[in-house]
């Protein structure tokens, strides 16, 4: 599991997988949460804009990220 620091309040779920390096653009993003791909909290996410918060878990491929504070 990795650990991702964010510095507000949220991010949007397709930044957090571009900031944290999973996804190389921001159209590969929108793919790969539009098929379902991402997971969100252990449920399945296909909104793009969800908002990540500190605390909460992201899983795609074979990546765990973990949303911390700052």
Known sequence: ???IAIETDFIKLDSLLKFAALVGTGGEA???ISEGLVRVNGE???MRGKK???G???EFDAFTLKV???
Do not use: L, Q, S
Request: aromatic share 6%; with cysteine.
């Open 1 to 3: 599991m990795e650990k």
């Open 30 to 32: 929108k793919y790969v």
């Open 44 to 46: 399945v996410c296909t």
């Open 52 to 54: 990540i918060r500190p």
């Open 56 to 58: 909460d878990t992201v």
């Open 68 to 70: 911390t504070g700052a």
